[in-house]
């Protein structure tokens, strides 16, 4: 009994100390349904600028501002500076990736993923700078078709890739949001070519518990099926509504989650191609049908981006799915009769004319600070100018929405500080500098602290403040004692005080005595040590060494020595100037 109730209790220790080491589950924190959000997006082919913009002109147009691009990034292409480029040129065109990982082509068939697939995923897509806090991930895609995964359906095997994958991308940040493949709706179940959606997912399930729950969002192919042209009014499995099919069938299956949902595949085939096919709607109609669609479908509140299948591909086998048109051979002749053709079919502007939403995703705004030029002790009614040099290490685009400024955490008694603000007309992008230059003015003495961070119009930069500790004295009071070794004394001498940091200069006059009036020197810092050098034409320069502190300070110089060499070229060239003149006046 007692040896029963030992290993009971060691298994039940054994069974804490497993779950409190095991990988916390961290849930990508932004939901984008709680914030306004423009849910018109398209499905790209390339990561070109002209596609972008192209892109941005269709899903932000009427009202509309960051809307969604679906972008396929291959397993053979982690290019981190041409990805990059890609984000960068989002972030400029106010469109939100959603980037759908796939391994490579071998043939007619999509590569499976191997073991350190899901690693170099997550190293990848965590070094690249995203446009937005959410980072929007689909594992692979229609995982129920045979060609996409090797050459055989496998449902545990893509539940254990997808685990794995969610695990090492939330390893790396919270902010990524996990979206499974997309499953075609209207496949029969004949493996291992095919496998039926629903089952698919029950095996999912069964092979790894509670896999769906991990998932942050739903992605959806809602095609309007059979043949890609059924009616906008259908509903059910394989049409445009096979989401809702979808939310059924999870709930069913006991999740308690409300996904969000990205129909990140969807859309009709047109007539219009390379070769036009007349059993097809044409773009016109289909124009209409995507107004239906958006419009009495898609309203769903728990929708978060539609990306139509696809914006720009005129060759086969999508030829018939672009929104872009197949250039004929008789265009070119006709521009050159000066007749005008759309780029696009129809449906584009169809698309485009539809009413949006103005989105407002959430951007990390950051900074860091490349350098710091300012003085650590100042003294008191003196305007210090300080410089620092702060790079974006953020998401958004500074000066972009409302001003960008550096200034003061808090208020600080006995100390003037004039914010620095960004001029309105630069735009400083992730990766670039700026220097801003603050203006600093003590009334007091003391030892302040203070601290500075970057404002966007009230809202404070996700950073931890830059600090500075700055001790305020009286000013430095200066007077010298010096003497010449021939000649008078009196007259104004130059001083320069020289720092590893500061040089500065002044001028002072001597009396005949050899000393100088006292002056405040308050770009002098007190309790520090300079080279201190005097220089009087005709005479060698001579350099002292002295701790300058608060108050009266005297520098004495002795003796100055006369420069011969500059005398005497004084000297010659007085003679020459006599020379000159005389041969003129005769």
């Known amino acids: 009994m007692f040896k029963t109730k030992r290993s009971f209790f060691l298994l039940l220790f054994l069974v804490v100390m497993f779950g409190l080491l095991k990988p916390r589950q961290i849930i990508a924190s932004l939901n984008p349904i709680s914030i306004p959000n423009n849910k018109f997006g398209v499905h790209i082919s390339a990561p070109g600028k002209e596609e972008i913009l192209q892109a941005a002109d269709l899903v932000n147009s009427q009202g509309g501002d960051w809307g969604y691009v679906t972008v396929v990034i291959q397993s053979n292409d982690r290019d981190k500076t041409k990805w990059q480029n890609f984000f960068d ?3 400029r065109s106010h469109l939100i990736p959603i980037v759908r990982i796939a391994t490579k082509p071998v043939g007619d068939y999509w590569e499976i993923p191997v073991d350190n697939d899901s690693l170099e995923w997550a190293n990848f897509l965590d070094s690249l700078n995203w446009p937005t806090v959410n980072r929007y991930v689909v594992i692979y895609n229609e995982p129920n078709h045979g060609q996409e995964w090797g050459t055989a359906v ?14 090492s991308l939330r390893a790396k940040s919270s902010n990524f949001f996990v979206l499974n493949a997309g499953l075609d709706a209207s496949v029969p179940h004949q493996p291992p070519n095919y496998y039926d959606a629903a089952r698919f997912v029950v095996e999912m399930e069964n092979a790894v518990p509670g896999i769906l729950e991990k998932l942050d969002g739903w992605t959806s192919h809602s095609y309007p099926n059979p043949d890609f042209k059924s009616s906008p009014y ?21 999740l308690k989650k409300n996904l969000p949902i990205f129909i990140t595949e969807t859309g009709w085939k047109h007539a219009e191609g390379v070769e036009y096919d007349s059993f097809l709607p044409t773009s016109k109609e289909i124009g209409q049908y995507f107004r239906i669609a958006f419009q009495d479908v898609w309203n769903n509140p728990n929708i978060v981006a539609i990306t139509p299948f696809i914006l720009n591909y005129t060759d086969y086998p999508f030829d018939h799915f672009s929104f872009k048109r197949v250039e004929k051979e008789d265009d070119s002749l006709s521009r050159v009769l000066g007749e ?3 780029n696009y079919y129809p449906q584009y502007d ?10 407002e995703p959430v951007q990390e705004d950051k900074f860091e600070v490349v350098d710091a030029n300012f003085q650590k ?11 620092f040099t702060l790079k974006n290490t953020g998401q958004s685009i500074w000066n972009e929405f409302g001003g960008v400024k550096l200034g003061l955490l808090k208020t600080i008694e006995n100390l003037e500080i004039q914010d620095a603000t960004l001029p309105i007309e630069k735009k400083i992008e992730p990766g670039q500098d700026y220097i801003f230059k603050i203006q600093v003015k003590a009334i007091r003495n003391g030892t302040y602290e203070v601290p500075l961070s970057l404002f966007k119009q009230s809202e404070v930069f996700q950073n931890k403040p830059i600090r500075l500790y700055i001790e305020v004295n009286d000013p430095v009071m200066l007077s010298v004692n010096v003497k ?11 001083l320069e005080f020289k720092t590893e940091d500061q040089i500065v200069n002044d001028a002072l006059a001597v009396s005949s005595m050899g000393e100088s009036e006292k002056i405040k020197q308050p770009r002098i810092s007190p309790g520090t040590s300079y080279k201190i050098t005097i220089r009087k034409s005709f005479y060698k320069s001579k350099t002292v060494i002295q701790t300058l502190n608060s108050g009266e300070n005297k520098i004495e110089f002795g003796v100055l020595d ?5 005398v005497s070229r004084e000297f010659l060239r007085k003679i020459a100037l006599f020379f000159s003149l005389d041969k003129k006046s005769s």
């Open 562 to 566: 006369i420069d011969f060499k500059e």
């Open 89 to 91: 040129e989002l972030r």
């Open 340 to 342: 005008k053709f759309p």
């Open 377 to 387: 002790i100042i003294t008191t009614d003196q305007v210090y100018s300080f410089d």
């Open 234 to 254: 259908k509903t059910g499995r394989g049409s445009v509504r096979t989401f809702e099919w979808e939310q059924g069938l999870l709930s069913s299956l006991g």
């Open 154 to 167: 496998d449902p545990a095997s893509y539940a254990k890739i997808l685990d794995k994958t969610i695990d």
């Open 484 to 494: 010449t070794r021939f000649g008078k004394i009196d007259g104004v001498y130059s």
């Open 350 to 359: 169809s698309l485009k004319e539809i009413v949006k939403v103005k989105g």
